[in-house]
């Protein structure tokens, strides 16, 4: 095998960042560790997801422990790598950790050189990379090189060409879960976005109908941070078209505030704040699909393509 494919980034996905939240001694501290654990893993290409962005136990104090599963539990089962921090006994870490195992998730351990790490968590068999530091540059390249392998082909050889139809049955399938979501975790997100009365019905029932996928919404929470009135205006008129009036009716503001909120909303996502419609229609069907759905799209384009068809 050559050193070009043993050097293969992990495909397009997001990296769950994994850490103790609860009883920090030195919680800014500790949080700002994870973020730079986040930047090491986009600047591997992936998107991260930091938990004490969403569910902190302090900023979200709010949420209940359910909704925290369900928020927290959902996006490890949809990642495509978690990263361990094990520098500090955590609960959470070891339920995250199982969780992966049970959805094939590869777990890299994070943590200092002269810290212990737990048989059971080393034992997993999620565990795929143990990456030991001594100093923040060494972290990087560690972890850069951990991901790197990750992603890479297999010892044993390429991973076999699946058969296009078996990927758009696989796609499909995918689609359909990135659709939906459990109606516990829907209402936990939409408490995280802070968004109630009629604006809220009308997510539900986007969700539940298929207009917007419930990994679309997990992401614009979370990912994204949208929240309030940004989030309730750019989901009733981006994704579900709602007219200037009907949008300023579900918020009770005028439509003159809807624009606002909307502009917002778009440069937070990444949006022009006056993006045309079809940019606006180009990023919803690119960025509010469930990674795995753009990692089969990708697949199957890149079979496609290798084949010359």
């Known amino acids: 095998m050559d050193e070009a494919r043993e050097k ?7 990296a769950y960042i994994s850490g103790a939240l609860t009883a920090l001694e030195d919680a800014p501290r500790t949080k700002l560790f994870y973020e730079v654990l986040a930047e090491i893993a986009e600047g591997a290409g992936l998107r991260a997801y930091l938990p004490h962005r969403v569910t902190d136990p302090v900023a979200a104090a709010n949420l209940d422990p359910r909704a925290v599963y369900e928020i927290d539990r959902g996006h490890v089962t949809s990642a495509v790598v978690l990263i361990a921090y094990a520098g500090i006994p955590s609960f959470g870490v070891g339920i995250e950790v199982e969780l992966a195992r049970e959805h094939g998730v590869p777990v890299v351990i994070v943590v200092e050189r002269d810290r212990p790490i737990s048989r059971l968590l080393l034992g997993n068999p999620a565990v795929v990379e143990v990456v030991k530091f001594a100093d923040l540059d060494g972290l990087r390249r560690a ?19 699946v058969a296009d139809d078996v990927v758009v049955q696989r796609f499909i399938a995918s689609l359909e879960q990135a ?56 989901v009733l008129r981006d994704v579900l078209e709602r007219s200037l009036t009907e949008a ?7 439509p003159r505030t809807v624009r606002r909120h909307v502009a917002t909303a778009r440069v937070r996502v990444g949006l022009a704040e006056d993006a045309a419609p079809d940019s606006v229609a180009q990023w919803l069907v690119t960025e509010l699909i469930a990674p795995p759905t753009r990692a089969l799209q990708l697949h199957l384009f890149g079979v496609t393509k290798a084949r010359g068809r």
Do not use: H, M, N, Q
């Open 8 to 14: 293969t980034p992990i495909a397009l996905g997001e």
């Open 143 to 161: 972890l850069g090189a951990a991901l790197a392998a990750v992603g890479s082909v297999t010892r044993e050889g390429a991973r076999p060409i």
């Open 248 to 254: 300023a009716a579900a918020l009770g503001v005028d």
């Open 179 to 234: 659709r939906r979501l459990p109606i516990a975790e829907v209402t936990a997100l939409l408490r995280v976005g802070e968004v109630d009365g009629e604006t809220a019905s009308a997510i539900r029932d986007a969700v539940e109908r298929g207009r917007l996928f419930g990994a679309g919404l997990r992401d614009l929470v979370g990912r994204y941070a949208l929240r309030g009135a940004d989030l309730g205006a750019f």
